[in-house]
Nanobody, 127 residues
Framework: QVQLVESGGGLVQAGGSLRLSCAVS????????MGWFRQAPEKEREFVASISRNGGRIGYTESVKGRFTISRDDTKNTAYLQMNVLKPEDTAVYFC????????????????????WGQGTQVTVSS
């Protein structure tokens, strides 16, 4: 059974940084496209970032470009989201997700395409 567990969320002041981790068990990380999504109160879940299986293709939502970095370490079966220059509008529950695919050089922005989800970790940015 595949499980995803996020960690690294918390409370930070605007301008600060956090690194989220997503530990995958039950199958090797290299089988998956990995994605990060977030959901703020009373808002729909939105795409944040995604990375292809081979790490060669990455996509970000426009609002986080230049501030967030997605990465993966298949040897540790863990994906990461480094978040810098955080803003109050980044406040949300952040979810990691895994898409099982044979394609190694593409990523996905569509939450409906992902097969597995973590439970989420809260990120709160104070002004």
């Amino acid at each position: 059974q595949v499980q995803l567990v996020e960690s690294g969320g918390g409370l930070v002041q605007a301008g600060g940084s956090l690194r989220l981790s997503c530990a995958v068990s039950g199958r090797t990380l290299s089988s998956f496209v990995m994605g990060w999504f977030r959901q703020a109160p009373e808002k729909e879940r939105e795409f944040v970032a995604s990375i292809s299986r081979n790490g060669g293709r990455i996509g970000y939502t426009e609002s986080v470009k230049g501030r967030f970095t997605i990465s993966r370490d298949d040897t540790k079966n863990t994906a990461y989201l480094q978040m810098n220059v955080l803003k109050p509008e980044d406040t949300a529950v952040y979810f990691c997700a895994a898409l099982l695919t044979a394609t190694i050089d593409n990523y996905s922005r569509r939450g409906t395409e992902y097969d597995y989800w973590g439970q989420g970790t809260q990120v709160t940015v104070s002004s």
